[in-house]
């Protein structure tokens, strides 16, 4: 494995029981089935898929706060699938979590001041009262708060300054990577924008690698360097940016890369997926999990799980028995709804970011 990177995981499985159910019979929930992936120091790799396909427990189990059923985690060089006691500790400072809603992740008893100054007397109880508070007034700067904001507690804040504050209680340590489980979708797209755009100056001001879940291609798209797809449990399809959305060849990844809403459709809170409901995890289809909702399907897909295969291009793989002969029909279609999508995306961002330094001093914190 190449030492540029810093995160992989190999066959990664979490099942969980349900214990007895009517009449004694166990369901077990195969919420991440066969994950392997590796993350290189530095880059913002994206893990996108439906809601319920396993993006959270893969997170969780990526930071080790919950134990793999098999499967192998590294982590910088060390094998930490069974890390305990010290070796935990330094991986919980190493990485650390954004979670999607930052109200309820921030203790509202607890002062700005207090909740991104709590990490370090954790991790680093040699500062002093003076040394912490200055550390935390150079965070809450970081992230385009204020330092007098210290003093005050969450619900003083909108949705999107909380975040920051995550933003600033994540970086407090000096992680090596983020682990950002949908950090935008509770906000307003604009605010998005906003959010992203911090999260990619601070990746490249302090060398952080990123991590990014989501569930919407479109939040990404502009940010990540790699991309994993999940379905149900497993990885369909992975690659560059680049490669996953010039040339998707998963028929899901196609689906997902043309349900993508216009900006319009994202203001109003318009869904555009139009694949139907995704099978439960705890009774997975046989042969290809997507079968049951691919136009493309064929007999071998019923029988026969394709494989994670790669392309003969660089960095790019799909599991899909067909995706070389799929790809030249699907592909146009997929790429036409891409590009107009893309483009008006790109001037929803740009108008959203226009004026430079709005990233760290955007009009969401000019409100307090
Ligand atoms: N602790 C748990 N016990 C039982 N089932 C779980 C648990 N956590 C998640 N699941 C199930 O695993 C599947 C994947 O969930 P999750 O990882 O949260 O998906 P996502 O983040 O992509 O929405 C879902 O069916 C969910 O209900
Ligand atoms: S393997 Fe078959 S069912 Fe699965 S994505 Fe490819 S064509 Fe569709
Ligand atoms: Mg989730």
Redesign the pocket.
């Known amino acids: 494995m190449s030492d540029d990177v810093i995160l992989s995981a190999e066959g990664l499985v979490k099942h969980?029981g349900?214990g007895g159910g009517l009449r004694g019979k166990r369901r077990v929930?195969q919420?991440?089935d066969g994950v392997t992936l590796s993350v290189r120091r530095g880059e913002t790799f994206a893990i996108v898929?439906?809601?319920?396909?396993?993006?959270?427990?893969?997170?969780r189990l990526l930071m080790r706060l919950l134990t793999p059923t098999a499967g192998a985690i590294r982590f910088d060089g060390r094998d930490v699938t069974d890390a305990t006691g010290r070796d935990l500790e330094a991986l919980r400072r190493d990485m650390q979590f954004i979670f999607q809603d930052p109200f309820s992740s921030l203790n509202p008893r607890m002062t700005v001041g207090k909740l991104v100054g709590e990490p370090l007397e954790v991790h680093a109880p040699e500062l002093s009262r003076a040394e912490r508070r200055d550390r935390v007034a150079a965070l809450l700067r970081q992230v385009g708060l204020r330092a007098e904001h210290a003093g005050r507690y969450p619900h003083e804040f909108s949705g999107g300054q909380r975040q920051r504050i995550g933003i600033a209680r994540a970086l407090a340590c000096g992680p090596k990577v983020i682990i950002g489980?949908e950090p935008v979708s509770a906000l307003d797209v604009s605010v998005q924008a906003q959010v992203i755009n911090l999260l990619g100056d601070l990746s490249r001001d302090l060398g952080l690698t990123l991590v990014i879940?989501a569930?919407d291609l479109g939040v990404i798209r502009h940010m990540s360097d790699r991309v994993a797809v999940?379905y149900l449990?497993r990885i369909v399809e992975t690659g560059t940016a680049d490669a996953v959305f010039s040339d998707p060849r998963h028929p899901y990844t196609q689906a997902l890369l043309a349900s993508i809403p216009s900006p319009e459709a994202r203001l109003s809170g318009r869904k555009a997926m139009v694949l139907g409901e995704m099978p439960?995890?705890?009774a997975p289809p046989p042969g290809c999990r997507f079968h049951t909702r691919c136009p493309h399907a064929q007999a071998v897909c019923r029988t026969d799980a394709p494989p994670l295969s790669a392309r003969p291009e660089a960095d790019h793989a799909v599991a899909c028995h067909f995706h070389d002969s799929l790809a030249a029909e699907a592909r146009p279609a997929a790429a036409t709804a891409q590009s107009e999508a893309a483009q008006a995306r790109f001037a929803l961002y740009r108008a959203a970011t226009e004026g430079g330094a709005v990233t760290h001093l955007h009009p969401e914190n000019q409100e307090t």
């Not at 898929?49 to 997170?59: F, I, M, P, R």
Request: hydrophobic letters at 35%; one cysteine or more; glycine letters at 16%.
């Open positions: 969980f349900s929930v919420a991440v898929g439906e809601s319920g396909c396993g993006k959270s427990t893969l997170a489980d879940i569930h999940m449990g439960s995890p705890s």
